[in-house]
């Protein structure tokens, strides 16, 4: 299986500032047609998770434009410009190129 | 708006069956171009793929449970459903339903939306 590995394992974050959460594939996730296949998921506390970025870089619907997913073949990054209290929960990237998809151990952000 | 909704026994006994069901409404799961698939969460732990079930009913199971898992569907109720046999304490997890789009050569991505999730115990 793909290995997801994921950091930090914790965020503090200050309101209104960015962060950003480190992902890195034991195997590449570019498919021979150019796509990244590595999606980000955010669990808010006592909610399942929900889609944020899918194919490294592009934001599902819905999710505010702070949000950015950037990087290539193993080693991808998601972004936030300037961090809000609903960002608080668990950050998952995934893996979708190979059977079967795996996730990352998750990066728990929380407000400083 | 698609919605999906975990039902089923929240507590099952060591080596028994665990039975889900995922009610969709918004979309057929029999429309070309997704899987619908079953993720666990163990407790305060991370996300584990159990498989899916195709538009066109075909299977994919992830190999850690292949042995003992079984997705099936009822397209006339549209839902799909999960089953774990021989269950032990290491299944007490949170089980969720998921929509994923499936690219050409049966990439998964887009898993969205989700179930809010079902809380399986497994305990005598």
């Known amino acids: 299986d793909i290995v997801m590995t994921q950091s930090p394992l914790s965020l503090p974050v200050t309101l209104g500032e960015p962060a950003s959460i480190a992902c890195r594939s034991s195997?590449?996730?570019?498919?021979?047609?150019?796509?990244?296949?590595l999606d980000w998921y955010l669990q808010r506390p006592g909610q399942s998770p929900q889609l944020l970025i899918y194919?490294?870089?592009n934001r599902a619907s819905g999710v505010p434009a702070r949000f950015s997913g950037s990087g290539s073949g193993t080693d991808f990054t998601l972004k936030i410009s300037r961090v809000e209290a609903e960002d608080v929960g668990v950050y998952y990237c995934m893996q979708g190129l190979h059977t079967p998809p795996t996730f990352g151990g998750g990066t728990k952000m929380e407000i400083k | 708006q698609v919605h999906l909704q975990e039902s089923g026994p929240g507590l099952v006994k060591p080596s028994q069956t665990l039975s889900l069901a995922c009610a969709v409404s918004?979309?057929?799961?029999?429309?070309?171009?997704?899987?619908w698939s079953w993720v666990r969460q163990h407790p305060g732990k991370g996300l584990e793929w159990l498989g899916y079930i195709s538009y066109n009913g075909t299977t994919s199971y992830n190999p850690s449970v292949k042995s003992r898992v079984t997705i099936s569907r009822d397209t006339s109720k549209n839902h799909f459903s999960l089953s774990v046999n021989s269950v032990t304490a290491a299944d007490t997890a949170t089980y969720y339903c998921?929509?994923?789009?499936?690219?050409?050569?049966?990439?998964?991505?887009?898993?969205?939306?989700w179930g809010p999730g079902r809380l399986v115990t497994v305990s005598s």
């Open positions: 998921a929509r994923v789009s499936r690219a050409i050569q049966n990439q998964q991505f887009q898993f969205d939306p």
């Open positions: 918004g979309d057929s799961i029999t429309r070309a171009g997704y899987f």
């Open positions: 194919l490294g870089s």
């Open positions: 195997q590449s996730l570019l498919h021979t047609n150019g796509v990244n296949y």
